[in-house]
């Protein structure tokens, strides 16, 4: 069973290669602290239909090179426009 994620593009620079940063909360295990963490994958976007601030699901694939190890399932949703012009 592969693992699936859900995260956001946080850069979409290289082409067909997406930076996704999984937001996650823990408990620090000796004071008891809520503290927020991250984690970074490299994935692989064949189509490049993904774009920075994009939420993507992503799933688990064999090392394509020495980072991505994910692959791009597909877009969950993109974020809202902004009209300039208003």
Same mark, same amino acid.
């Given at each position: ?21 999984? +937001? ?20 692989? +976007? $064949? ?6 601030? +994009?939420?993507? $699901? ?11 190890r ?15 012009? $208003?």
């Amino acid at each position: 069973m592969k693992k699936t994620l859900i995260g956001v593009v946080a850069k979409s620079g290289q082409s067909k290669t997406l930076r996704v940063e999984i +937001d996650r909360r823990m408990k620090h295990p000796k004071y008891g602290k809520i503290i927020r963490g991250r984690t970074v994958c490299h994935v692989h +976007d $064949e189509s490049g239909v993904a774009r920075k601030g +994009d939420t993507v $699901e992503i799933v688990e694939a064999p090392p394509m090179s020495r980072l991505k190890r994910w692959a791009l399932v597909r877009v969950v949703s993109s974020p809202a426009a902004v009209d300039v012009a $208003e």
